[in-house]
């Protein structure tokens, strides 16, 4: 085969690879320029790479809402943020995932999601000292930079020449952290010494680029055929539910189909039950609806797609189920009560449940500990 033969077939090979690659960009490497962004921050402004122009270095994270590692290294960020800003340091946070391309089942970790309204109010929650900013629209800023998950750090010198890229440190748990990757790649570069470890592992959740969309949309169809039972039950039964004699956290709520609160409230519990149903907790509904009109309540559910634990309560008489929750419901409706292992109440709420204050009760029981 004759050599420019063979290096055409190359070349078409490496246009290939690199088109198959293209939902899987390859990180910066040690050395290469930091790539310009103009991006929109939750502060509302925009913000630019020139923005940064007068720090001595540049940290640039590569994070998210939804990742539980990434909520496990929030406080460190913060405080790296505090430690080193007297000193010419800017840590910059980026959020690079498509919101489109995550399941509900991957946020079981977490209150939010990754859009840009989601970054504003984690932003707000969590107190972050460092500008958080948005790529999730077209992702072209992180698809430069090449974050293979979240949190991954990249950290440029005076000239914006990329001296390291990895992890914070080696561990999420804090417990276990040995080697302080970041605070000691910034301590050399201020004065001057070599970088101690230029590149290492970034250990976090993948960065969900716009090519998993199809994966998200096929994972909507699939929860969509799951069956949608209604069953009745009685004063022991809502008395047993009470009681929670399981190890999982339990939300408990009492709705009927003409009670227009509960029809508004009613897509946030299914996007809670699919959020959380693959962890430690249950979403429990009891239509308080006449028992004769079980067919009206369980279309309601079908249209829903509430597919889970539904029961409609078998009796006229409401005192029976006032006295089956133990005097907790008052007649109110809708009626929330999140339920511990073992019976203890978190909490109750009168009237339509507020979503985010109700997932964060959730996550607050059931989240997963760093220490």
């Not at 004759?2 to 960009?25: D, E, Q, S, Y």
């Not at 990754?114 to 929650?125: F, I, K, V």
């Not at 800023?141 to 998950?149: E, I, K, N, Q």
């Not at 959740?205 to 009745?232: F, G, H, N, Q």
Request: net charge neutral; hydrophobic share 35%; proline share 6%.
């Amino acid at each position: 085969m004759k050599r420019h033969t063979i290096a055409a077939l190359v070349g078409i090979l490496l246009l290939a690879l690199n088109a198959g690659a293209a939902g899987k960009p390859q990180p910066l490497k040690i050395g290469e320029p930091a790539p310009d962004f103009n991006l929109p921050g939750v502060d509302g402004k925009q913000h630019t790479l020139r923005e940064y122009d007068q720090a001595e270095l540049l940290v640039i994270v590569f994070t998210c809402n939804h990742c539980p590692t990434a909520q496990a290294y929030e406080d460190r960020i913060i405080q790296i943020t505090k430690d080193y800003k007297g000193k010419g340091v800017a840590v910059v946070a980026i959020s690079p995932n498509d919101p489109l391309a995550v399941r509900l089942n991957e946020m079981g970790y977490s209150d939010l999601g990754d859009t840009l309204e989601d970054n504003m109010l984690r932003a707000e929650h969590k107190k972050f000292n460092f500008p958080y900013l948005y790529d999730g629209a077209n992702q072209k800023v992180s698809r430069a930079y090449g974050p293979r998950s979240t949190p991954h750090v990249f950290i440029f010198d005076k000239e914006r020449k990329l001296r390291y890229q990895g992890g914070i440190d080696n561990s999420d748990r804090i417990r276990l952290v040995k080697e302080h990757y970041v605070r000691d790649t910034l301590d050399a570069l201020l004065v001057g010494k070599p970088v101690p470890k230029e590149t290492t592992p970034a250990f976090g959740c993948s960065t969900k680029w716009s090519d998993k969309r199809a994966a998200v949309v096929d994972y909507m169809k699939k929860i969509a055929m799951e069956k949608v039972e209604l069953k009745p039950i009685g004063p022991d039964g809502v008395a047993a539910i009470m009681k929670n004699d399981t190890d999982k956290l339990r939300l408990v709520n009492l709705w009927a189909t003409w009670c227009g609160p509960c029809r508004e409230e009613f897509p946030d519990l299914v996007d809670i039950k699919r959020m959380y149903s693959h962890r430690d907790f249950e979403l429990i509904t009891i239509s308080v609806d006449n028992p004769t009109e079980k067919d009206k309540v369980l279309e309601f559910l079908q249209l829903q797609q509430a597919s889970g634990l539904n029961h409609i309560f078998n009796d006229e008489d409401k005192n029976l189920l006032v006295e089956a929750t133990e005097s907790r419901w008052p007649g109110v409706l809708p009626y929330t009560i999140l339920i511990e292992p073992g019976g203890r109440i978190v909490f109750t709420q009168e009237g339509a449940i507020d979503a985010l204050e109700t997932k964060r009760a959730i996550v607050g029981i059931i989240g997963r500990t760093y220490k």
